[in-house]
């Protein structure tokens, strides 16, 4: 790995293992989720309430950052770490799959993808060497390559065209990042969810040479049951050393089956996203906080649950503060969120290094089978 960077494997249960990836600003314990900080904050959320829930590691949006306040700004400002206050690590995306999902406002060529903002319409290009200029300009520890995702439904010749640019575009990537001890750059596996294209995509990308290995072009819709057989075979096609990240996962039963399939690393805006509209996560399932059942009820949320949400205010309360778009709404439900999904992380990482993760999976499965409590 890049200079300043290890993974260790430190058990495996079946496909899924756990372990850590060091990194110069710490210790990335896997399987790891990362909280996603769009627009250089996880929204609701101070930094350091972020690092109590327990992550590690956060996410940054190319796309968002190089419009808004742009990269340069940010590494006059001292970089990406600096500005948010955040100096663990931080991984960056590529902006290629934002790009692309802009639809018309976007222009695909070999060279890259030509754009208009969605803020101001200013044109804009993105190309593998102007992402990793951007991503080295945020500061960011681990970079990842810029490829394109197609849009579904695709063909699968359409699936192979895109992921061989894709490939071209991860030698770019590789050349333009250099030699930049301290930083990671990952590559970024397609294919779609044809088998043979996962394979040849997996093995341009191992020619080449990768810190750690993303399963891209999955989680846009295609569903789980094609997601997970996806990952029935893709991890494999990558080294066993290095940390593989499936991008863009998910629910936490995405989570699970991911981790079962040997997936290291994952990110959502699920958790913040939902938990801004009033929708929490227990183990007992989803939670609809807007719900008028919870209008009388003086119980907290998760009474299993070490959070501040749940420590310190009653189901009642979070509904009214939901119902009254106040601010701590998302603040609480936000927290607990995340909050959750870490406890989640933390039992698949003791589960695997104990050989019961079949057993931890019945019992959050059969949790979940459970459904919320009883209204009162
Ligand atoms: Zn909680």
Same mark, same amino acid.
């Given at each position: 790995?890049?200079?300043?960077f290890?993974?260790?494997?430190a $058990?495996t249960?079946?496909?899924?293992?756990?372990?850590?990836?060091?990194?110069?600003?710490?210790?990335?314990?896997?399987?790891?989720?990362?909280?996603?900080?769009?627009a250089?904050?996880?929204?609701?959320?101070?930094?350091?309430?972020?690092?109590?829930?327990? $992550?590690? #590691?956060?996410?940054?949006?190319? +796309?968002?950052?190089?419009?808004?306040?742009?990269?340069?700004?940010i590494?006059?400002?001292?970089?990406?770490?600096? @500005?948010?206050?955040?100096d663990?690590?931080?991984?960056?995306?590529? &902006?290629?799959?934002?790009?692309?999902s802009?639809?018309?406002?976007?222009?695909?060529?070999?060279? &890259?993808?030509?754009?208009? %903002?969605?803020l101001?319409? %200013?044109?804009?290009?993105?190309?593998?060497e102007?992402?990793?200029?951007?991503?080295?300009?945020?500061?960011?520890d #681990?970079?990842?390559c @810029?490829?394109?995702?197609?849009?579904?439904?695709?063909?699968?010749?359409?699936?192979?065209?895109?992921?061989?640019?894709?490939?071209?575009w991860?030698?770019?990537?590789?050349?333009?990042?250099?030699?930049?001890? &301290?930083?990671?750059? *990952?590559?970024?596996?397609? &294919?779609?969810?044809?088998?043979?294209?996962?394979?040849?995509s997996? !093995?341009?990308? /191992?020619?080449?040479? @990768?810190?750690?290995?993303?399963?891209?072009?999955?989680?846009?819709?295609?569903?789980?049951?094609?997601? *997970?057989?996806?990952?029935? +075979?893709?991890?494999?096609f990558?080294?066993?050393?290095?940390?593989?990240y499936?991008?863009?996962?998910? !629910?936490?039963d995405?989570?699970?089956?991911?981790?079962?399939r040997?997936?290291?690393?994952m990110?959502?805006? =699920?958790?913040s996203?939902?938990?801004?509209?009033?929708?929490?996560? /227990?183990p007992?399932?989803?939670?609809?906080?807007?719900?008028?059942?919870?209008?009388?009820?003086?119980?907290?949320?998760?009474?299993s649950?070490?959070?501040?949400?749940? /420590?310190? +205010?009653?189901?009642? +309360? =979070?509904?009214?503060?939901?119902?009254?778009?106040?601010?701590?709404?998302s603040?609480?439900?936000?927290?607990?969120?995340?909050?959750?999904?870490?406890?989640?992380?933390?039992?698949?990482?003791?589960?695997?290094?104990?050989?019961?993760?079949?057993? *931890?999976?019945?019992?959050?499965?059969?949790?979940r $089978?459970?459904?919320?409590?009883?209204?009162?």
């Open positions: 790995m890049a200079t300043g290890t993974f260790t494997v $058990a249960d079946g496909a899924a293992r756990t372990g850590a990836i060091k990194t110069p600003r710490g210790e990335i314990r896997t399987p790891a989720f990362m909280p996603v900080g769009t250089a904050t996880v929204k609701a959320m101070l930094p350091e309430s972020v690092r109590a829930t327990g $992550a590690d #590691i956060l996410l940054g949006n190319t +796309y968002h950052l190089m419009l808004r306040p742009t990269a340069e700004r590494a006059a400002l001292g970089g990406l770490h600096r @500005f948010m206050n955040w663990r690590p931080i991984l960056t995306d590529s &902006g290629g799959f934002q790009v692309m802009l639809g018309p406002l976007r222009k695909l060529t070999e060279e &890259g993808v030509r754009f208009s %903002s969605h101001d319409g %200013s044109k804009h290009m993105l190309t593998p102007r992402s990793m200029e951007i991503q080295a300009l945020l500061g960011s #681990i970079v990842m @810029f490829d394109e995702c197609p849009a579904l439904p695709a063909t699968e010749a359409e699936v192979a065209k895109s992921m061989r640019l894709s490939m071209r991860a030698q770019r990537s590789r050349d333009a990042f250099g030699d930049r001890p &301290g930083h990671a750059l *990952f590559g970024i596996m397609q &294919g779609g969810v044809t088998r043979d294209l996962r394979q040849e997996a !093995k341009a990308l /191992t020619d080449i040479g @990768f810190d750690g290995y993303a399963v891209g072009g999955l989680a846009v819709g295609e569903g789980q049951e094609a997601m *997970f057989s996806v990952l029935d +075979y893709a991890p494999g990558l080294p066993a050393d290095k940390p593989r499936l991008m863009g996962v998910g !629910k936490p995405d989570i699970v089956g991911a981790v079962e040997g997936i290291d690393m990110d959502c805006v =699920l958790p996203r939902s938990g801004r509209t009033g929708q929490a996560w /227990t007992r399932g989803q939670v609809n906080l807007r719900n008028a059942r919870h209008k009388d009820d003086p119980r907290p949320l998760d009474e649950c070490t959070c501040p949400a749940c /420590t310190g +205010y009653s189901r009642a +309360y =979070l509904h009214h503060v939901v119902k009254s778009d106040e601010i701590i709404g603040m609480l439900l936000t927290w607990h969120n995340l909050h959750y999904y870490q406890v989640l992380m933390q039992g698949l990482r003791d589960a695997i290094a104990v050989g019961r993760l079949a057993g *931890f999976v019945a019992s959050f499965h059969a949790g $089978a459970s459904g919320d409590i009883d209204p009162l």
